[in-house]
């Protein structure tokens, strides 16, 4: 079946800095990559997602880009702020069904 | 618009005992996703449905099931708790299986198990 690495687990950066996750797949069938932020106690929310027809998308100072090829993908956040922080989860999913096979997720710190 | 709904919130239960979690999708949402959420495994797939079917189940025991109803609300069941069950079980709705749209998950309930 389909796993997702993660990495790092942790990051912490300061305030303006730019934040790299890293996140490799390994079933060369999955065609859809969502990022989902989880603030504590909260649920996780998606912030952006790219599929497998697509080799980047941006929207405003996060963005996703996808290598099929390697079977990896990242997300990049510019200028961060603090309110930034948070644990990051990459994720993989086929065509066909919502499961969704979940990276162990990133700690985000971003530093005032 | 309704996001997805999950109770009770909070659960404490004794080994040994069985118990129930609801999830009611956003309206218009037919497929339910459930997930179990634990500091040292992250975010596991449990299962899903759509249209009252199961169409995946993940690596779990058959401890772990679940139904959905004609309304699209979906019900998991744990039976024989383990303490190893305590986790944050959430549940994510989406339009339909196939779609590949955003999933949006609830808040989950926290399991105890004592």
């Known amino acids: 079946g389909e796993n997702v690495e993660q990495h790092p687990s942790t990051l912490s950066v300061q305030e303006g800095d730019s934040a790299v996750i890293k996140c490799t797949y390994s079933d060369s069938a999955s065609n859809y990559f969502p990022w989902y932020k989880q603030e504590l106690g909260k649920r996780p929310q998606l912030i952006i997602d790219i599929r497998s027809n697509v080799g980047e998308k941006k929207d405003q100072r996060i963005a996703v880009t996808l290598n099929k090829t390697a079977k990896h993908f990242s997300l990049h956040i510019t200028e961060t702020q603090p309110e930034d922080s948070a644990v990051y989860f990459c994720?993989?999913?086929?065509?066909?069904?919502?499961?969704?096979?979940f990276g162990k997720g990133m700690k985000l710190t971003v530093n005032p | 618009k309704a996001g997805v709904t999950q109770t009770p919130r909070y659960l404490i239960k004794t080994r040994g005992q069985q118990v129930t979690l609801s999830c009611s999708p956003i309206s218009g949402h037919r497929s339910v996703s459930w997930y179990q959420q634990t500091p040292g495994q992250g975010l596991q797939f449990l299962f899903e449905y759509f249209s009252e079917t199961q169409r995946n189940k993940g690596n779990f025991p058959g401890r772990f099931s679940g139904r959905q109803f004609s309304n699209s609300r979906s019900e998991m069941n744990v039976s024989t708790l383990e303490l190893g069950d305590s986790a944050l079980y959430l549940c994510?709705?989406?339009?339909?299986?196939?779609?590949?749209?955003?999933?949006?998950f609830g808040q989950g309930t926290r399991l105890t198990v004592v």
């Open positions: 994720a993989a999913s086929q065509g066909g069904s919502e499961k969704l096979v």
């Open positions: 994510a709705s989406s339009l339909a299986p196939g779609a590949v749209t955003e999933a949006f």
